[in-house]
């Protein structure tokens, strides 16, 4: 059972694409092959269901999320993650690509969380609960370490 479980929809893809399919069915293709519209109507709907939503969840040993159908994913270990951080971004970022803070997953809007990894790695997901989702990852972060033997030696 999840602690948080939210899933953001990703409007400033949607809307382009449906746009874009409307204008290709009515706009007469006097010139393409037959076969081509229905490939671009293919091809938006796919990137569509790819793309258009991110479901961020945070279990009791977890931070899990994914775009779309699930196709992008990432589990990532509790007890990896030293920090998380509400932020945003000036230019809008959607899909996923590398930023020189880290990783960015992202569907809609500017506000951000930056995750920060033991081994030093970032990512930042994209949001419009910043401050809950951290609440809640900073709450498991706490939990485990407390429950994880820290300084365990052996003689």
Known sequence: MPLYHHTQIGYMIIIPMIIFIAIMVTVPLSNAPELFLP??????????????TLTIEVTDMHLKFWLGIGVFHKRIHISDITSCKPTHTFIPAYGIHLTHRGWLYNVSGFTLIEITLKNGKRLLLGTDESEDLCKAITKRITIVSQSTPQNVRSI
């Open 39 to 52: 490939l671009i109507v293919l091809g938006t709907v796919i990137i569509i269901g790819l793309f258009a």
